[in-house]
């Protein structure tokens, strides 16, 4: 079983710059996927951005030039940095993590982006 938690959710105004991060415990697989995803109240879940365990990145284009998600595989965390944040911004951000043989989920991070 693998365990995430999500730090670093809070309130920020627009402009300003948050860093999520994500950290996983038990039985991660060195191959994993984790990605970032948020989802806004009345809203479907989306995916926000997406990083392999050999660090090749994909952003929604309503990121792009803003957030950068990262990983450290030594720490089995992963991290998103956001920055020119927007009221749009607003959402829960979730972290999700799988393999080949799982798929696991946070509890999720509230972000408000106030005008």
């Known amino acids: 079983q693998v365990q995430l938690v999500e730090s670093g959710g809070g309130l920020v105004q627009a402009g300003g710059s948050l860093r999520l991060s994500c950290a996983a415990s038990?039985?991660?697989?060195?191959?994993?996927?984790m990605g970032w995803y948020r989802q806004a109240p009345g809203k479907q879940r989306e995916v926000v951005a997406v990083i392999t365990s050999k660090a090749s990145t994909n952003y929604a284009d309503f990121v792009k030039g803003r957030f950068t998600i990262s990983r450290d595989n030594a720490k089995n965390t992963a991290y998103l940095q956001m920055n020119k944040l927007e009221p749009e911004d607003t959402a829960v951000y979730y972290c999700?993590?799988?393999?080949?043989?799982?798929?696991?989920w946070g509890q999720g991070t509230q972000v408000t982006v106030s005008s």
């Open positions: 999700k993590s799988w393999s080949v043989s799982y798929e696991y």
């Open positions: 038990g039985s991660v697989s060195r191959l994993n996927v």
